[in-house]
């Protein structure tokens, strides 16, 4: 999903291909001493590099900070996902290309990388979610792809999110949605592009059934973060969690419905969680949107930048 588009000034970095059309940019101005520690971004629907407003204070933050594992620095991966890619793609390739970049900065041509951070903005918090509780649990998950804790930045329901932005009745919506289980999914047609009036409900990107049943079906393969959800539910995905979490959602974030209790789902989501893992860093970040751009309440972008700081000193 995306909030309001904001010009970003120009960035010295270093691109990095990790496997065939993969790319990801690191933001450094020593390209030939590369930082031992990585936060790694992964946007939401529609994002590509450089869109998500806070990105460029954060990264001159992190090349501030030394921690006593080392320097650190901000990547941001692109993947099959970014862009439009999202309305074809799924979780599950999202969680391979990060593996693949994982894997790469931690040979020597990708630098040799200590500590990695995942960090999910938005949809990109699936991802970062499916990587911790389902990813890493694998039979053939090689140990170098693991990651050392994760961050969720926006973590919105994309169920309630689709059917609170479409305006249409919520009996209407699961019918459209029964269509495309009963007409596509179990036809065998899961990869076929849905009409027209399916695009209108995806932000006018051409969208595979596969993709919009998982993101707008009550428990598809995308739905982690609903407040219909249950502690069970919670307990299969927060609760498989064994790295350090650092949960940051937004008071004023645009795409969660009125009737959403953002504290309780906060509260939820601990409750379900391994308190070893759980950050006590974890909140509401007052007066933050979506992306923590225009709208925010002034002071709401450094609350995150030095909340995301905390967390890794505390690593």
């Known amino acids: 999903m995306a909030s309001e588009y904001v010009l970003s000034k120009p960035q010295v970095g270093v691109i990095h291909t990790y496997g065939p059309n993969l790319t990801a940019f690191e933001f450094t101005t020593t390209p030939t001493e590369p930082a031992p520690n990585v936060v790694l971004f992964v946007g939401g629907l529609g994002n ?14 992190l090349r ?4 006593r594992d080392g320097n650190w620095v901000l990547i941001q991966i692109l993947i099959r996902s970014s862009y439009s890619g999202w309305g074809t793609s799924s979780l599950r390739n999202d969680t391979r290309d990060i593996s693949a970049l994982i894997k790469y900065l931690r040979s020597p041509i990708g ?11 938005s949809t990109g918090c699936q991802d970062t979610l ?12 090689d140990s170098s792809a693991s990651v050392d804790g994760g961050i969720l930045q926006a973590p919105v329901s994309d169920s309630e999110a689709f059917r609170s932005v479409s305006g249409i009745p919520e009996d209407k919506f699961d019918q459209l949605v029964k269509v495309v289980e009963d007409e596509y999914l179990a036809q ?27 993101l707008a079906s009550k428990r598809g393969d995308d739905d982690y973060f609903s407040s219909y959800l249950t502690e069970e539910d919670y307990k299969k995905s927060f609760g498989k969690v064994k790295k350090p979490l650092l949960v940051l959602y937004g008071s004023k974030d645009e795409f969660v419905p009125d009737y959403v209790d953002k504290e309780k789902l906060v509260s939820d989501w601990k409750q ?20 923590i751009g225009p709208g925010s309440d002034e002071g ?12 890794i000193q505390d690593l």
């Open 300 to 311: 709401a972008e450094a609350d995150f930048i030095e909340t995301v700081v905390s967390f």
């Open 188 to 214: 065998g047609k899961k990869n076929v592009i849905l009409p027209e009036k399916y695009r209108k409900l995806s932000f006018s990107t051409p969208i595979s059934a596969y993709r919009f049943h998982s």
């Open 48 to 61: 590509g590099l450089l869109d998500v407003p806070y990105l460029p204070p954060l990264a001159e933050r």
């Open 64 to 67: 501030s900070l030394k921690t």
């Open 111 to 121: 630098g040799n990388r200590k500590k990695i951070i995942l960090h999910g903005h």
């Open 272 to 291: 379900a969680t391994d308190p070893t893992f759980w950050s006590p860093l974890s909140k509401l970040l007052k007066g933050a949107i979506h992306n």
């Open 130 to 141: 499916e990587y911790l509780s389902v990813k890493s649990y694998e039979p053939d998950f």
